[in-house]
């Protein structure tokens, strides 16, 4: 695996850091002169790209004629690593909202444009909360649609296997009545490292399995669990 040298690692860093801050400028500014949070995925997936580009990251996408962009998912997906969010970003022809930990809006400039974004904040030990999270969510797909990724298990794999999955992206799905693809995420990891700060070049290959329609649909708790089953077997399938 190729790493950048301490100099050339640095560097990048400096501009990524800098140029997130541009970007979150840019974001707030816009944001709070048009009023209109829809310009939320214009800006993520502008500094995605130029997030993926600094650091090196080249990004493959299979299966993306199973995604149309005028349509609306619950697009569920393994974790691996932080590169995981800009990657499924770019790679989705479709606008992508984000589930994201409420403790990141204290980070500066960054936490600053998620708090006025379109994304979700979840406080991940509160089942409750999350579970709110999910309603207003469904409610606001509604009004202003857009596809929801959401890690199913919850939090990053550290041994890079696949996790048990968590059922809130399922329950999202079914009340919304939106189809879920399934989504693989390969690569990510050996560009950020579970427990390392330092990213390195890579390839990292986002593929999309077919929509499974769950619309007008009435599921059991156990029908529930096969559904989840059902999912994560495919995502497995896909990582190879």
Not at 101 to 115: D, I, N, S, T, Y
Request: aromatic fraction near 10%; charge should be positive.
């Amino acid at each position: 695996m190729k790493q950048y040298s301490a100099i050339e690692y640095y560097a990048r860093t400096t501009v990524l850091l800098v140029g997130t801050m541009l970007y979150a400028i840019a974001f707030l500014l816009h944001r709070f002169v048009s009023g209109n949070a829809q310009v939320t995925y214009r800006y993520t997936k502008k500094w995605c790209s130029f997030l993926l580009s600094v650091a090196g990251v080249r990004l493959q996408v299979e299966g993306a004629e199973n995604i149309r962009n005028n349509e609306t998912y619950i697009l569920i997906s393994n974790h691996a690593s932080q590169f995981d969010i800009p990657a499924i970003i770019v790679a989705s022809p479709c606008d992508v909202r984000i589930m994201y930990k409420r403790e990141l809006q204290k980070v500066p400039f960054m936490g600053w444009a998620l708090k006025y974004s379109t994304f979700v904040p979840v406080t991940r030990t509160d089942a409750r909360d999350a579970m709110s999270s999910i309603d207003e969510t469904v409610a606001d797909i509604q009004r202003h649609p857009a596809s929801v990724s959401v890690f199913a298990e919850g939090t990053r794999t550290k041994d890079g296997n696949l996790q048990p999955f968590k059922r809130g992206a399922f329950v999202m799905a079914i009340k919304s009545g939106k189809p879920i693809v399934p989504v693989a995420i390969a690569g990510s990891r050996d560009v950020l490292p579970t427990n390392s700060a330092r990213f390195n070049p890579g390839t990292i290959t986002v593929r999309y399995g077919k929509p499974i329609n769950v619309a007008g649909k009435e599921f059991t708790r156990q029908e529930e669990k096969e559904l989840v089953e059902r999912v994560r077997v495919e995502i497995s399938a896909m990582l190879g």
